[in-house]
Nanobody, 123 residues
Framework: VQLQASGGGLVRAGGSLRLSCAAS????????VGWFRQTPGNQRTFVGG????????GYADSVKGRFTISRDNAKNTVYLQINSLEPEDTAVYYC?????????????????WGQGTQVTVSS
């Protein structure tokens, strides 16, 4: 499966963005999806994930209440809604998919990664 993340940009603190992760190649409903972010010189860190069906989600403590993940399997797309953006949210955001229903923070479980989309939050 190929993943394409999009929707990043430059926004002011307090604003919102919706990132998209579009998949092609195989039935997207077979894959759980995780979102990660990375800043220069640091490892990719987990922000949240969603099960294959979309009925279950999980989030890092640092983003709970501001980040919401959803999916539309008919459109082969997963979304990351980010509200109340903070300068600390500035990062490249990646989506990742893996066969099975794991959507937690372990990067090694995910088999497929998108190319990332830059989110920059100005204060």
């Amino acid at each position: 499966v190929q993943l394409q993340a999009s929707g990043g940009g430059l926004v002011r603190a307090g604003g919102s963005l919706r990132l998209s992760c579009a998949a092609s190649g195989r039935t997207f409903g077979l894959y759980a999806v995780g979102w990660f972010r990375q800043t220069p010189g640091n490892q990719r860190t987990f922000v949240g994930g969603i099960s294959r069906s979309g009925r279950s989600t999980g989030y890092a403590d640092s983003v709970k209440g501001r980040f919401t993940i959803s999916r539309d399997n008919a459109k082969n797309t997963v979304y990351l809604q980010i509200n109340s953006l903070e300068p600390e949210d500035t990062a490249v955001y990646y989506c990742a998919a893996g066969v099975g229903d794991y959507y937690g923070p372990s990067r090694s479980v995910y088999e497929y990664w998108g190319q990332g989309t830059q989110v920059t939050v100005s204060s």
